[in-house]
């Protein structure tokens, strides 16, 4: 059965164009992709992503638990603040990218992708075996908001009088909105400073409708998920299931930096991981530039060869995992794995375009950054 969000019908009266994405029907899009890019490039956007997991974890041991389970040093992490992890199986390859909220000494809040959550889910409630911790599914009890942009510091502050100012990147806060207890973090997975609110779904609608009288006077535009996925894109940020898969490492997708060996205590996947320190992969994830308006797509090869016209029948070098036309850019843009011998910057490379080739140049991650 498809999953619908709290938002749903609020959705629904924007006129918005629905997908299903991870069993959920989400809106793809309200207006047009290209509007609410630019709305979230240029003033504020507001997304619904309500369709993410939310799995709190508490007890005496949740940190050791957190270590145990994820690559990165949980326990590390102070009060008020968030990391960016990974979770891995026992031979490496990851399970899915997330954020850690450490909310208390004994409490923290795990954000899993939709598309992985039963996954996440399982392997937590395992891997808790053992440890005095708490492993709960709050999935369902919460909806989560995203304001996202240039103007989202001032809609945010209007509408919760919070101190943005001493709210931190990758840092939460309890909060309010018109007196309904919410999580306010700044965190984003757009290239733009943003924020993101952990609301109880019941009240979803009521904090939705407040954001978007608050944001109307600065340009605010509801945002749909085409328009998340060319700014992540555009950010260089990885999507699960393109950049990210079991068939990876955290080495493998360049990741490597969030693997800490040094933190205390065994955790799953230490021993085929230590193995890889020092082994350059055989394919790079890069950036890759195209020229015209054909935009290189998931999945379509790479080749060494330039040829000036003629079918793509070269060896392929590597594979896009995502591309678009970059709306802010004006221009292609893909990521690719290719073969570590094609991946320095300025590597002039084709792309097999429906059996057609396309000249695409390798270029350094991200695509875009913000002032």
Sequence with gaps: MTKLSPLNDVHSGLGALFTDFAGWKMPVRYSSELAEHRAVRGTAGLFDLSHMAEIEVTGPQAAAMLDYSFVGNLSGVKVGRARYTMICDADGGVLDDLVVYRLADEKFLVVANAGNAAVVDAALSER???????????????????????????????????????LKYYASVPSAVSGVEILLARTGYTGEDGFELYVPAAEAPGVWQVLTEAGEPHGLLPAGLACRDTLRLEAGMPLYGNELSTALTPFDAGFGRVVKFEKPGDFVGRVALSGRTDIEPARVLVGLRGTGRRAPRHGYRLLAEVPETGPADGTAIGEVTSGALSPTLGYPIAMAYVDRAHSEPGTALSVDVRGKVEPVEVVALPFYKRS
Excluded: C, M, W, Y
């Excluded at 599914?137 to 509408?159: F, H, M, T, W, Y």
């Design 128 to 166: 808790v075996a053992g440890f005095d911790a708490t492993v709960t599914n709050r999935s369902d009890e919460v909806a989560l908001i995203a304001v996202q942009g240039p103007k989202s510091a001032e809609i945010v502050a209007e509408v919760t009088g919070a101190k943005l100012d001493e």
